[in-house]
């Protein structure tokens, strides 16, 4: 176990929480999804890789952001994508 978090993580200040509790490329097609994640960088709240559409992944690789957080209810969760690191806040 390394006790390292990645500079991505540690250089988040304040938490993006989701504005609407939907993921915002599946309510344009009618999608469902499982569970929801929010870009700390730009704000978008993406589907998880437990969906079927997995748009948060898709999102973190083609615009380059590397950290999400959990939007779900209780989750206090970032992932760094690049450094595949898991961080509670
Ligand atoms: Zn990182
Ligand atoms: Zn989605
Ligand atoms: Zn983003």
């Known amino acids: 176990?390394?006790?390292a978090v990645c500079n991505h993580?540690?250089?988040?200040?304040?938490?993006?929480r989701p504005t609407r509790h939907v993921c915002e490329e599946c309510?344009?097609?009618?999608?469902?999804?499982?569970h929801l994640r929010t870009c700390q960088d730009c704000g978008v709240t993406l589907c998880c890789d437990n969906s079927p559409n997995k748009?948060?992944?898709?999102?973190?690789?083609e615009s380059g952001h590397p950290v999400i957080a959990s939007a779900?209810?209780?989750?206090?969760w970032f992932y760094c994508y690049p450094?595949?690191?898991f961080?509670?806040?």
């Open 9 to 16: 993580i540690t250089a988040i200040t304040e938490v993006k």
């Open 27 to 34: 309510v344009k097609t009618g999608s469902e999804w499982v």
């Open 1 to 3: 176990m390394s006790a």
């Open 87 to 89: 961080a509670e806040y």
């Open 55 to 61: 748009h948060a992944t898709h999102h973190a690789k």
């Open 72 to 76: 779900e209810p209780g989750e206090r």
């Open 83 to 85: 450094d595949e690191e």
